[in-house]
Nanobody, 120 residues
């Protein structure tokens, strides 16, 4: 059983920064590509960023490019999302997810989410 536990959310003013963490347990961390998603009130869940198993390939949705950085630490079995220059429209519940196969096929495991609120 794979478990993902997010942390690091909170309330921040526009222009501020937060770093989200997602600790993975239960299986070999390096077996999974990892992703971050978010869901704002009244909206569908959307993709934010993903990182390859080796950590050398990353991809971001356009709205966060240049502001967010996804990274992973194999020694800690943790994936991070550094969020800079936050905007009110970044307010959402953020979820991390793990993909055992290609991310094109979807993600197999999800965390419970962490709330990020950006005030204007």
């Amino acid at each position: 059983q794979v478990q993902l536990v997010e942390s690091g959310g909170g309330l921040v003013q526009a222009g501020g920064s937060l770093r989200l963490s997602c600790a993975v347990s239960g299986r070999t961390f390096s077996s999974y590509a990892m992703g971050w998603f978010r869901q704002a009130p009244g909206k569908e869940r959307e993709f934010v960023a993903r990182i390859s198993r080796s950590g050398d390939i990353t991809y971001y949705t356009d709205s966060v490019k240049g502001r967010f950085i996804i990274s992973r630490d194999s020694a800690k079995s943790t994936v991070y999302l550094q969020m800079n220059n936050l905007r009110p429209e970044d307010t959402a519940v953020y979820y991390c997810a793990a993909a055992a196969g290609s991310t094109i096929l979807g993600y197999n495991y999800w965390g419970q989410g962490t709330q990020v609120t950006v005030s204007s």
